[in-house]
């Protein structure tokens, strides 16, 4: 089960959160929520394959998704979350959270 949150909130032309992740967690221990501009890590391709490296789970928020006239179809790693089960990943299934 991850221990570790990470809140992705930069698109991959601002930031690569790839490196933080691997500093403070193990693959197995990570889960990635992408936030706002962080979904974008989720649609392009070189950015999407380094962060399902490095982190277990990953799950990208849908309405920022469609914000950015994206559909779960687009996604190259990952799945489409509601707020409720980003929450309940935060809340009951991580024991730390770690803004990137």
């Known amino acids: 089960m991850p221990r570790t949150a990470f809140m992705v909130l930069k698109s991959p032309l601002e930031q690569d959160p790839t490196h933080t992740v691997k500093r403070f967690a193990d693959r197995q221990e990570a889960s990635a929520v992408l936030l706002e501009d962080g979904v974008f890590h989720a649609t392009v391709a070189g950015a999407a394959e380094r962060l399902g490296e490095v982190a277990h789970e990953v799950l990208v928020c849908r309405e920022d998704l469609e914000a950015r006239g994206f559909a779960a179809g687009d ?3 990952g799945a489409q979350a509601e707020y409720s089960d980003i929450i309940d ?4 299934r991580t024991e730390r959270t770690v803004t990137v």
């Open 75 to 77: 996604l190259k790693v």
């Open 89 to 92: 990943l935060i809340m009951e």
